[in-house]
């Protein structure tokens, strides 16, 4: 069977109501005979997909309160991961693990391109460093599903070089597809919306939901109750997130017709003027949103969101923190970096309990997944990458032990690596491979 033949075959098997121009995806149904039909095994969890999102923030934490110890429920968090606390026994605290390529070669752009791929970034005019591990993942694992992956951000990536001769597409992009090539990225919420649903076409501004209201009732009355409930309680969930969505499609159709107007591009100007949110706690949440439905109905399962890109120029009005994110990252033992770390941290937590909060099976959805919380530096102010924070929610189908802080600071560089890391993670979710990046082992422990 070709790929193409064979991807419809499995996307068949998925429940999916139609409307006109639109096609929505649905939570696994144990009472209805699409994911319900697949073959069970001895293992709840291994009848369910693996799913794996990175999210990465620039520019480093405030250190002295990036911190974990004990385990389990009697694990003690540092002021800036306290949004961590409700889900410490399904997190992993992991210290010292870092990029070697990332190391000595300049600030920035260097030490953030190779982020998710370990590899070594080549200088100068052409893009050369290597497959992420998002992709990897991607490949092998996206003939299953209808999107292989969503690749999403909160800010416009950026051209031009930096004073290190990198490409400030290294610090633009986390998620590249080949050594010369970043995934497209999405920063339009509305667009990310439209890709989840399908939803195109002149009625492309017309509810999802309401083109798809007949099937959903018709489905609803099939439905045991306890699907029948977690059925409204989805279509809630896409109704509220549709109606936040609504008001910013009209914001971003103004900018096109803005940048028609001067001549310019989308990219090249400045948010609001460029139609993103204007208040970045609601493009966090929305992305957060979207990744989240995507993982509940299948959708994709594998997703990178850029909350940041390096040298970032968001602003904190709402921490009561005045500087921009890279200025401010300069003075990283501040109490204001320390706000900003703790907010970051709050972005992770809060997609966790969103997937937390979705029953699949005897677990949940966040049961099943490994979300990756990174940054590309440890300290602002000195741009030091030689250890990197980092830390994961989630079990990945009962694969990953949780609830525990791992470090690896005195392990020995070879035995700290962040593509050991990554090679764990590819080998739990089927990906049998015996490299990836600097790494030729998987990472001892975890």
């Avoid at 009848?47 to 405030?62: D, E, I, Q, S, T």
């Avoid at 026994?89 to 990029?99: A, P, Q, S, T, V």
């Avoid at 080549?122 to 992709?135: C, T």
Wanted: glycine fraction near 8%; include cysteine.
């Amino acid at each position: 069977m070709s790929d193409s033949k064979s991807r419809r075959h499995i996307v068949s098997r998925r429940m999916v109501l139609q409307g006109a121009g639109a096609a929505m995806a649905l939570p696994w149904l144990e009472s209805l005979p699409v994911w319900g039909a697949e073959t069970p095994t001895d293992s709840d969890d291994a009848r369910f997909p693996k799913r794996f999102a990175a999210l990465f923030m620039a520019c480093g934490v405030n250190s002295d309160y990036w911190s974990a110890s004990g385990a389990g429920a009697n694990m003690e968090l540092g002021k800036s991961l306290a949004p961590m606390e409700p889900l410490k026994e399904k997190m992993n605290f992991i210290h010292g693990l870092f990029n070697k390529n990332a190391t000595g070669v300049g600030i920035h752009p260097g030490q953030t391109g190779n982020i998710l791929s370990g590899a070594s970034l080549q200088k100068g005019a052409e893009l050369r460093g290597g497959i992420s591990v998002d992709q990897v993942l991607a490949n092998h694992l996206g003939q299953e599903t209808a999107q292989p992956s969503m690749v999403l951000g909160c800010e416009q990536p950026i051209t031009g070089y930096h004073e290190t001769n990198f490409s400030m597409a290294y610090s633009s992009h986390i998620s590249w597809q080949n050594a010369t090539s970043p995934v497209p990225m999405e920063v339009y919420p509305s667009l990310a919306f439209d890709s989840l649903f399908e939803n195109r076409g002149n009625r492309r501004n017309k509810s999802v939901l309401d083109r798809v209201q007949e099937q959903a009732a018709s489905l609803s009355r099939r439905a045991s109750a306890g699907d029948k409930s977690k059925l409204d309680e989805y279509l809630t969930s896409v109704r509220e997130v549709e109606r936040r969505i609504e008001r910013l499609r009209g914001e971003q159709d103004k900018a096109v017709d803005r940048a028609k107007d001067r001549g310019r591009s989308l990219i090249t100007m400045e948010r609001p003027d460029n139609g993103l949110p204007e208040d970045i706690r609601e493009h966090m949440r929305l992305m957060c949103d979207i990744i989240a439905l995507a993982f509940q109905t299948d959708k994709t399962r594998i997703g990178t969101l850029l909350l940041c890109r390096d040298i970032s120029g968001l602003f904190y009005p709402f921490l009561d923190v005045r500087k921009a994110h890279h200025s401010g990252s300069h003075d990283d033992r501040s109490e204001d970096w320390e706000k900003v770390s703790r907010y970051y941290c709050s972005q992770i937590a809060y997609l966790a309990q969103r997937l937390d909060a979705m029953p699949e099976g005897e677990g949940t959805v966040l049961d099943h997944s490994c979300l990756l919380f990174i940054n590309n530096m440890w300290s602002g102010s000195k741009h030091d990458s030689t250890k990197v924070p980092l830390l994961t929610v989630g079990g990945l189908g009962g694969t990953l032990e949780t609830g525990r802080v791992l470090d690896y600071m005195d392990k020995g560089d070879e035995n700290r690596k962040l593509c050991s890391f990554y090679l764990s993670i590819m080998n739990r979710m089927g990906v049998s491979t015996d490299r990836f990046g600097d790494a030729d082992a998987g990472l001892a422990e975890l």
